[in-house]
């Protein structure tokens, strides 16, 4: 496992991170930061944003919490506003907020299918159009973290697989749509990530178990992800574009029924 280190890979930059207060995005955040990068992070609740925003600091970058629900697109332009208001400009967008459970589908409401939608596919377009006129300005990187489970027919995942399937074909539409305004649009597909709260509330001791059986014999850290990040959003993937990078170690290739049951 890589050890994360400080470096300039992004400094003068600027990023937003929704769902930057926990998790994988808090993670991606904080090595945006060790790296020089300035970050905003939001979230639907101030107190999940506070403590990453003082440890962000901490690395020596301006960093700022501003709580929003990506699902209100006022909302979330008046974030994006007050970011650029506070640190300039926008370089980078991370859209990392989402929301899960697990339900089969014949025990799932319209409401909870159309709440994960919301928050995943709706969410990662709102943010996306918010920042787009501050990108076009000098040129930039989104990226849209996405999941490997609609890659495997997940069972119980029906409207989490659905809403990552609609983040994957937005990314590779807007790479087509904003790549002439110097934009680049990405996505990472994690598999089961060790420490977070999607893995203890999303699978079982067996579906784990199972997953340590992958092609590299183990789950993926945080830092697995964030390092996926730092390079897609850095200079090093400047002509990469349209690309959901899957960081699972393989898992996916294996078998649709390890995170399932």
């Not at 969410?123 to 501050?134: I, V």
Request: hydrophobic share 45%; proline share 3%.
């Amino acid at each position: 496992m890589t050890t994360m280190y400080r470096s300039d890979l992004l400094k003068n930059r600027v990023a937003l991170i929704t769902g930057g207060g926990t998790g994988i995005c808090r993670g991606i955040a904080l090595a945006f930061a060790a790296h020089g990068c300035d970050v905003a992070i939001t979230s639907r609740k101030s107190e999940h944003l506070d403590p990453t925003a003082a440890q962000l600091r901490a690395l020596g970058v301006r960093a700022m919490a501003h709580a929003a629900d990506v699902r209100d697109p006022a909302t979330i332009n008046a974030a994006v506003a007050d970011v650029v208001a506070e640190l300039g400009r926008i370089d980078i967008l991370v859209n990392g907020a989402a929301g899960n459970f697990i339900c089969r589908a014949e025990d799932l409401s319209p409401n909870g299918f159309g709440t994960v939608v919301d928050i995943d596919l709706k969410g990662t377009f709102n943010a996306s159009k918010a920042a787009l006129p501050h990108l076009k300005k000098q040129g930039g990187s989104v990226l849209n973290i996405s999941a490997t489970l609609p890659y495997l027919g997940t069972i119980g995942q029906v409207h989490a697989s659905a809403a990552k399937a609609g983040v994957d074909s937005l990314t590779r539409t807007l790479a087509c749509e904003w790549g002439p305004y110097g934009i680049r649009v990405n996505g990472i597909a994690p598999g089961p990530v060790e420490g977070t709260e999607g893995v203890r509330r999303l699978t079982t001791e067996e579906s784990r178990a199972g997953a340590l059986k992958g092609p590299l014999g183990r789950l993926a850290a945080v830092e697995d992800i964030a390092n996926a990040a730092l390079y897609l959003s850095s200079e090093a993937a400047s002509f990469v574009n349209g690309v959901t990078l899957v960081v699972d170690g393989g898992l996916w290739l294996r078998s649709a029924r390890v995170l399932g049951e």
